[in-house]
């Protein structure tokens, strides 16, 4: 019985040893462009408004919209979702900054978890620039799977380009507002990945650069309904509560010290039903209880 609660108990204590997650990235829409004075070269402070990353959680995506791939063959967005959940990255591909470092921030935390392209999750991601082609697309998948290195990577990564309608509809979908700079030809646009259900539904946002593995995993396994991780990821989970207007995981108190009760009844019924076993034992040992003495 010991044995079997140590698991537990330790994973208590590190849940309520990890901090909470950090604030929202505030979606400053720079993307590397040219600024005068603080704002982005040919934008307005009206238009600047306009950038944006709204919540959206529960929505349907239609999966009906085309692209083309990386090879430049036609694709509906539905090939992508085949039971697994989906990580969606809206970047365009000639950014010369921000949608950099949004990639780089995805591969840096897919590395490290667990969980594997195209056995745990796919990842799409679709460049939000129509003029942009697949051969740019196949120039960032080459990158960016190596840079992965995980086996089946080059089938779970998906890089797509599509016509304005497709690209709007799917954007204003998922609430991603972008304005584009004429005068220095770039976009000023927030980052962060979202990720979809098996079915195509918003999930959660992970908002930002810096994509910590936690909250992408636990976004991961919430998106499949829990069929993807752990027994021990579920009830870590149980610890954490993802909050929308961050994008990320905190930890709830509250769930702590219900889980500490429950695992403290568990440990002393434990030890009670060891120290009864342990008395019977010692009876079996001496032939029984002892008798009373006679008067």
Same mark, same amino acid.
Request: proline fraction near 7%; include cysteine; charged fraction near 20%.
């Given at each position: +019985?010991?044995?079997?609660?140590?698991?537990? *108990?330790?994973?208590?204590?590190?849940?309520? &040893?990890?901090?909470?997650?950090?604030?929202?990235?505030?979606?400053?829409?720079?993307?590397?462009?040219? *600024?005068?004075?603080?704002?982005?070269?040919?934008?307005? #402070?009206?238009?600047?408004?306009?950038? !944006?990353?709204?919540?959206?959680?529960?929505?349907?995506?239609?999966?009906?919209?085309?692209?083309?791939?990386? *090879?430049?063959?036609?694709?509906? &967005?539905?090939?992508?979702?085949?039971?697994?959940?989906?990580?969606? =990255?809206?970047?365009?591909?000639?950014?010369?900054?921000?949608?950099?470092?949004?990639?780089?921030?995805?591969?840096? !935390?897919?590395?490290?978890?667990?969980?594997? #392209?195209?056995?745990?999750?796919?990842?799409?991601?679709? !460049?939000?620039?129509?003029?942009?082609?697949? $051969?740019?697309?196949? =120039?960032?998948?080459?990158?960016?799977?190596?840079?992965?290195?995980?086996?089946? =990577?080059?089938?779970?990564?998906?890089?797509?380009?599509?016509?304005?309608?497709?690209?709007?509809?799917?954007?204003?979908?998922?609430?991603?507002?972008?304005?584009?700079?004429?005068?220095?030809?770039?976009?000023?646009?927030?980052?962060?990945?979202?990720? &979809?259900?098996?079915?195509?539904?918003? !999930?959660?946002?992970?908002?930002?650069?810096?994509?910590?593995?936690?909250?992408?995993?636990?976004?991961?396994?919430?998106?499949?309904?829990? $069929?993807?991780? *752990?027994?021990?990821?579920?009830?870590?989970?149980?610890?954490?509560?993802?909050?929308?207007?961050?994008?990320?995981?905190?930890?709830?108190?509250?769930?702590? &010290?219900?889980?500490?009760?429950?695992?403290?009844?568990? +440990?002393?019924?434990?030890?009670?039903?060891?120290?009864?076993?342990?008395?019977?034992?010692?009876?079996?040992?001496?032939?029984? #209880?002892? $008798?009373?003495?006679?008067?």
């Amino acid at each position: +019985m010991r044995q079997g609660l140590v698991p537990v *108990t330790l994973v208590l204590i590190l849940a309520a &040893l990890v901090p909470p997650a950090a604030a929202q990235y505030n979606g400053v829409p720079a993307s590397g462009m040219m *600024t005068k004075g603080g704002m982005p070269a040919g934008i307005t #402070p009206n238009e600047l408004k306009k950038v !944006s990353f709204g919540q959206e959680l529960g929505v349907q995506v239609p999966l009906d919209l085309p692209f083309r791939d990386e *090879t430049g063959r036609a694709v509906l &967005l539905s090939q992508y979702f085949t039971g697994r959940p989906v990580i969606l =990255a809206l970047v365009y591909y000639e950014c010369p900054m921000l949608c950099v470092q949004a990639l780089n921030g995805l591969v840096k !935390s897919l590395k490290v978890l667990a969980l594997e #392209p195209g056995r745990d999750y796919e990842i799409v991601t679709v !460049s939000f620039n129509p003029d942009e082609t697949p $051969k740019e697309a196949a =120039a960032k998948k080459d990158e960016y799977v190596g840079r992965l290195g995980k086996p089946g =990577a080059a089938d779970a990564w998906h890089f797509l380009t599509g016509t304005e309608a497709s690209i709007r509809l799917l954007t204003g979908t998922v609430g991603f507002h972008y304005v584009y700079d004429r005068e220095t030809k770039q976009y000023a646009h927030p980052t962060g990945m979202i990720v &979809l259900t098996p079915e195509g539904k918003i !999930s959660k946002y992970v908002f930002g650069i810096d994509y910590g593995p936690r909250d992408l995993r636990f976004a991961l396994i919430e998106a499949s309904d829990h $069929k993807v991780g *752990t027994a021990v990821d579920r009830l870590v989970l149980y610890c954490y509560h993802y909050d929308p207007t961050t994008g990320k995981y905190g930890l709830v108190l509250l769930n702590v &010290l219900r889980l500490g009760g429950v695992v403290t009844v568990i +440990m002393i019924g434990g030890f009670i039903l060891l120290m009864r076993r342990q008395e019977k034992r010692v009876q079996a040992e001496h032939g029984g #209880p002892a $008798k009373p003495a006679a008067n």
